[in-house]
T-cell receptor, first 113, second 114 residues
Framework: KAGVTQTPRYLIKTRGQQVTLSCSPI?????VSWYQQTPGQGLQFLFE???????NKGNFPGRFSGRQFSNSRSEMNVSTLELGDSALYLC????????????FGNGTRLTVT | EDKVVQSPLSLVVHEGDTVTLNCSYE??????LLWYKQEKKAPTFLFML????IEKKSGRLSSILDKKELFSILNITATQTGDSAVYLC??????????????FGKGTKLSVKP
């Protein structure tokens, strides 16, 4: 069974630009969550989608948004990039989100210059 | 404020040693505690614990949860260099009825020397 796939693996953007990251969950998984990982803050929850609906949202500004498609694939968008947005963005999927562990992708490394 | 605290932050041992990693938590409406191993990129799932006192084992790794004292430990026996990684502890809550929202600790970086 293929794991969680994230594209692209690496991105370099400049301040003020926007970026879109993509995530394909494990086949059959309907819940997709996004996390930001930085050396200082560790892993922080961004949002979760289930059946194309945002089910939970973390404490991030509105510049961070996401969506989920009918095939459970998800995208995350960051607008008006800031230097502090440089991080590893991890996507995770689970079957339903209820008592089923998250399985993570390898992440997208975003560098903002 | 909900939080998860792991200790120690880093640990250096030699092959064959036994290590114990600690995770304490303060969250409202606790649901489950999970352990992950992160070597390079993707954290890989190790254990999910929901009940106190029931040890979960997988090979040389084991973990137990104490819901009264609000902590969990992860034990690794007969460590190998391949165990070198960051071990992450995370907690989920019943709020929102979803396990997609994990609160992570900062992790314990384990280095196993040959």
């Amino acid at each position: 069974k293929a794991g969680v796939t994230q594209t692209p693996r690496y991105l370099i953007k400049t301040r003020g630009q926007q970026v879109t990251l993509s995530c394909s969950p494990i086949s059959g998984h309907r819940s997709v969550s996004w996390y930001q990982q930085t050396p200082g803050q560790g892993l922080q929850f961004l949002f979760e989608y289930f059946s194309e609906t945002q089910r939970n949202k973390g404490n991030f500004p509105g510049r961070f948004s996401g969506r989920q498609f009918s095939n459970s694939r998800s995208e995350m968008n960051v607008s008006t990039l800031e230097l502090g947005d440089s991080a590893l963005y991890l996507c995770a999927s689970s079957f339903t989100g209820w008592n089923s562990p998250l399985h993570f992708g390898n992440g997208t490394r975003l560098t903002v210059t | 404020e909900d939080k998860v605290v792991q200790s120690p932050l880093s640990l250096v041992v030699h092959e064959g040693d036994t290590v114990t990693l600690n995770c304490s938590y303060e969250v409202t409406n606790f649901r489950s505690l999970l352990w992950y191993k992160q070597e390079k990129k993707a954290p890989t799932f190790l254990f999910m614990l929901t009940s106190s006192g029931i040890e979960k084992k997988s090979g040389r790794l084991s973990s137990i949860l104490d819901k009264k004292e609000l902590f969990s430990i992860l034990n690794i026996t007969a460590t190998q260099t391949g165990d070198s990684a960051v071990y992450l502890c995370a907690v989920t809550m019943n709020y929102g009825g979803s396990q997609g929202n994990l609160i992570f600790g900062k992790g314990t970086k384990l280095s196993v020397k040959p």
